[in-house]
C-alpha cells in the first residue's frame, strides 16, 4: 500500500454533475490536507482537517465540500463545478505535533469540468 | 499574512554543475518551518529538505542542502552535482508555527523549472 492513496486519478465532468475525490492514508498521521494545482497558479491550499480543527482558505468557493470521516479519509465533495476549477487536485497528510511536519503527498487527481 | 516567493520562473543547468533555487519569505511568527519539494513530469510530490527556524545550522540531506539566512528571510536550496534526475519543478513551501498543531497551514511558492542539460 503506498502511504497516500487517491482515486479517481482522472475524472471528467460536466458542470451540473456530482462527484466526490476520495484521499486515504496509511501512515498513521492525524491531518489532512487538499491542494490545487492549476497550470497558472502555485499549489493553493483548500482545506486543512486535523482530530482538533478544520482550517480552510476563505477563497475557496462554497462548491467544493470537504469531509473527513476519520484521521485516514477525506473526501472532496464536488457540485456545479466550473471549467476554471479544471486542475490537479493533491492530497496530503502529516504527522504534525512536533518534528519536520513534512506533507507525504498522493499521486492526485486530474480533474476536467466540461 | 505568510508569503513565499520564489523569482525564478525556469533555470538551465550544466550536468555536474551546482545549482541555487532562490526562495523568500515573509511571515510575523517566530517559529516556522520552510521546505522543498521536487515535483518530476510524473507529477508527484517529492519531499527533499527541511529547516526549523529555530535550527542553528543549515540543513543537508546528501546533495541537497539549504541556506538558511534568517535576517535575509531567505531559505534557498543549493543542489550540488546536478544530475539529469534532477529535472523537475522545486516548490519551496513555509509552515507558521512549530508544527504541534496538526491543523497548520503550508504555503507553496510558485516554483522553479530546474531543466539539466547533459
Known amino acids: 500500500e503506498t502511504g497516500v492513496t487517491q482515486t479517481p486519478r482522472h475524472l471528467v465532468m460536466g458542470m451540473t454533475n456530482k462527484k466526490s475525490l476520495k484521499c486515504e492514508q496509511h501512515?498513521?498521521?492525524?491531518?489532512m490536507y487538499w491542494y490545487k494545482q492549476s497550470a497558472k497558479k502555485p499549489l493553493e491550499l483548500m482545506f486543512v482537517y486535523s482530530l482538533e480543527e478544520r482550517v480552510e482558505n476563505n477563497s475557496v468557493p462554497s462548491r467544493f465540500s470537504p469531509e473527513c470521516p476519520n484521521s485516514s479519509h477525506l473526501f472532496l465533495h464536488l457540485h456545479t463545478l466550473q471549467p476554471e476549477d479544471s486542475a490537479l487536485y493533491l492530497c496530503?497528510?502529516?504527522?504534525?505535533?512536533?518534528?519536520?511536519?513534512?506533507?507525504?503527498f498522493g499521486e492526485g487527481s486530474r480533474l476536467t469540468v466540461l | 499574512a505568510q508569503k513565499i516567493t520564489q523569482t525564478q520562473p525556469g533555470m538551465f543547468v550544466q550536468e555536474k554543475e551546482a545549482v541555487t533555487l532562490d526562495c523568500t519569505y515573509d511571515t510575523s511568527d517566530p517559529s516556522y518551518g520552510l521546505f522543498w519539494y521536487k515535483q518530476p513530469s510524473s507529477g508527484e510530490m517529492i519531499f527533499l529538505i527541511y529547516?526549523?527556524?529555530?535550527?542553528?545550522q543549515n540543513a543537508t540531506e546528501g546533495r541537497y542542502s539549504l541556506n538558511f539566512q534568517k535576517a535575509r528571510k531567505s531559505a534557498n536550496l543549493v543542489i550540488s552535482a546536478s544530475q539529469l534526475g534532477d529535472s523537475a519543478m522545486y516548490f519551496c513551501?513555509?509552515?507558521?508555527?512549530?508544527?504541534?498543531?496538526?491543523?497548520?497551514?503550508?504555503?507553496f511558492g510558485s516554483g522553479t523549472r530546474l531543466s539539466i542539460r547533459p
Open positions: 513551501a513555509m509552515r507558521e508555527g512549530d508544527g504541534v498543531s496538526s491543523a497548520s497551514k503550508i504555503i
Open positions: 496530503a497528510s502529516t504527522k504534525g505535533a512536533g518534528g519536520a511536519g513534512e506533507l507525504f
Open positions: 529547516q526549523g527556524s529555530y535550527d542553528q
Open positions: 501512515l498513521g498521521h492525524n491531518a
